[in-house]
């Protein structure tokens, strides 16, 4: 378990180095002249020109200069400092604002996806090919099919404007009912996947062994179901939600950008509308990193659930 | 050698006949009892499948709508007068304008083109790199594995959005298709794992077989074995990953188009339709409805292709 822990720790460092020196490559490096850059169509000093090549370590050249360079960057990134966005706001500051609004989207989303679609998935699993598990299975195709930038612009059209039943756009600060509908939208595609996943895993389970011998014990069905299949079908769906968890933190750029939510993925849907490249630099920064890290604890997380699985 | 394969080959089909869970070469070796292979049974199948003929049904529609347009509708998609903005459906434009006074039902037929473009490139460029760095690991085993999973677990783990985000903030060319390029070059490179996992895994099934150390006693090098006897098995699971990779491909285009960083007008794709409508969509909801359905049909398709093959290809499930 330890030497499971600690070779899934030293491939996510592999990973965030490889992850951040891409980002710092493509964005950073091979620029033209970047003080001129910074300083758009104005002039710069000779001695604003020292200035910034001293803090900002240009006169290094080459590939030492290089990694220097993206050394700095790094350090910044793990002490928390992001720059500044092109508008001057800090980008610590843009991201601390936005940061609760998303996780609030992200909690409503998970909670969907578990109330219908673990639900759903259950039952479906436990009456395999009836008609309610051949709908689900139809349902769940389509909803995995349709992108979401046709789901969130349509559910926006139908439910926020046709017939009005949600708000259509959240606009500042907004409260549950206006995430409500973006909540369902960003959780169907989990829910969809969270559902398949969990009826093929009852619908295999409940043809073990073990399930078997409890009903020769004479057991009731419902403890059957509910205490020794349940459990044992749960532990691929936890950790699919948990990388759901993560991926819903960062994969909110188009349900966020059609609702109009103040979150991050807003944020990063104006970066990149008004071509903001530091600002788009920095989210995705830290946004990989959430991700990355949401990755380990759900692999660890099966480890300590699953004793089944073994890690050498 | 050439002799020993057919009877080999030959033997290898009879011994199977009736058992039809091998994984095994689609049976080209005209044999008058006609055997039952893999793909045969597969087939057959498939043949008695609604869902596999209605999809494919729409990916030939698609597919010809993105070669010949001009078949679907008669009306330039570039023709735009604002004086008809948002007009009610009149001759050949059977949707009506859209905000910019363009046929939206023309708009939709031509983004086809784009969209199918970047789907199949993608998927084939992905096919290459998958089939090679999967027969290349799961072949020479080893240390080879050892590096190559390691760099499919770290690809793997870089968000596919975020990193098209980026890799493609810094294409800044005007040029039409060296940005449709640029947009397959990159979701090939951050698309190809998990098809090479799956090839990877059946070429470490495969060469366990018998058939496998029989060529090789018979002196076969390392490339004919692989290129033989162990592509063809391996061929089968990566057709079925990447006709799904395909819509999720299509999907990937449509949504970097919408965000603006992927294809840009002048080029027609249903991403960007799709965000010009959603502007304008309490004045008029066809700009919006009808790409959506196109780009929503067409994944949707490809999806269940894959879907319905993989069924019919997965022994277990029949």
Redesign the interface.
């Known amino acids: 378990m330890f030497r499971f822990v600690l070779r899934r720790l030293l491939q996510m460092v592999l990973a965030f180095f490889g992850t951040t020196l891409i980002v710092y490559a493509l964005m950073f490096a091979g620029q033209g002249d970047p003080i001129q850059a910074l300083a758009g169509e104005r002039p710069v000093t000779p001695a604003q020109r020292a200035y910034l090549t001293e803090k900002f370590h240009l006169d290094r050249t080459g590939v030492g200069g290089f990694f220097y360079r993206y050394f700095d960057y790094l350090r910044n990134l793990l002490q928390g400092d992001l720059g500044q966005s092109l508008t001057g706001r800090s980008i610590g500051d843009i991201l601390a604002a936005a940061w609760p609004v998303t996780v609030k989207l992200a909690v409503i989303a998970m909670a969907v996806t578990i109330l219908f679609g673990v639900t759903a998935g259950v039952l479906a699993g436990i009456r395999r090919a009836s008609l309610f598990d051949n709908a689900t299975l139809v349902l769940t195709l389509l909803v995995l099919g349709i992108p979401t930038i046709v789901l969130a612009p349509l559910a926006q059209y139908l439910l926020g404007v046709r017939w009005p039943l949600f708000p259509p756009t959240a606009g500042a600060d907004p409260d549950l009912y206006a995430l409500l509908l973006p909540g369902i939208v960003l959780g169907s595609l989990s829910l969809a996947t969270a559902l398949r996943l969990t009826r093929t895993s009852v619908a295999e389970n409940l043809r073990a062994d073990y399930v078997r011998t409890a009903r020769s014990k004479g057991l009731v069905r419902r403890r059957i179901i509910g205490v020794h299949v349940l459990r044992n079908s749960l532990i691929p769906v936890i950790t699919f939600l948990g990388v759901e968890l993560g991926n819903l933190m960062s994969g909110a750029i188009i349900t966020e950008g059609v609702f109009n939510i103040p979150g991050v993925g807003f944020n990063l849907f104006r970066g990149i509308r008004t071509e903001d490249g530091p600002l788009v630099v920095g989210i995705v920064s830290v946004l990989v990193v959430v991700y990355l890290v949401a990755n380990l604890v759900v692999d660890v997380l099966y480890a300590v659930l699953d004793p089944r699985i073994r890690y050498e | 050698m050439s002799d020993f394969e057919t009877v080999a080959a030959t033997e290898d089909q009879a011994a199977r006949r009736g058992v039809s869970g091998e994984p095994g070469t689609p049976d080209r070796v005209g044999v008058p009892q006609r055997p039952r292979s893999l793909a045969g049974d597969a087939w057959r199948d498939l043949r008695h499948k609604p869902v596999f003929w209605i999809s494919l049904v729409l990916v030939v529609l698609v597919a010809a709508m993105a070669a010949v347009p001009s078949l679907f509708t008669a009306n330039d998609p570039r023709d735009c007068l604002l004086s008809r903005q948002h007009a009610a459906a009149s001759g050949g434009a059977v949707f009506g304008y859209d905000f910019q006074g363009c046929d939206t039902y023309a708009r939709a037929v031509y983004g086809a083109r784009a969209s199918l473009l970047v789907g199949a490139l993608s998927a084939l460029l992905t096919g290459a790199v998958a089939l090679v760095v999967g027969m290349v690991a799961g072949y020479f085993g080893r240390w080879v594995d050892a590096v190559l999973s390691?760099v499919i677990?770290?690809v793997l783990?870089?968000?596919l959005?975020?990193?098209a985000?980026?890799?493609l903030?810094?294409v800044s060319t005007s040029s039409d298709t060296v940005r449709l390029f640029a947009v397959i070059f990159v979701l090939a490179v951050l698309g190809w794992t998990t098809a090479a996992r799956v090839v990877r895994s059946s070429v470490i099934t495969a060469k366990e077989q018998d058939y496998v150390a029989a060529a090789r006693m018979l002196g076969a090098g390392n490339g004919r074995i692989m290129w033989r006897h162990i592509l063809p098995n391996a061929l089968a699971p990566a057709i079925v990953v990447l006709t799904i990779a395909l819509?999720s491909f299509i999907?990937a285009e449509?949504?970097l188009s919408?965000?603006?960083?992927g294809l840009k007008a002048p080029t027609i794709s249903w991403?960007i339709e799709?965000?010009a409508?959603?502007v304008h969509?309490?004045e008029s909801?066809t700009p919006?409805?009808v790409p959506?359905a196109f780009?929503?049909l067409t994944?949707?398709a490809f999806?269940?292709l894959g879907?319905a093959i993989r069924d019919a290809f997965d022994p277990k499930l029949r």
């Open positions: 390691r677990d770290i783990g870089i968000p959005l975020l990193a985000i980026v890799l903030k810094r819509g999907a449509a949504t919408f965000l603006g960083i991403g799709i965000d409508g959603r969509m309490r909801a919006l409805v959506s780009l929503a994944v949707l999806i269940m879907d």
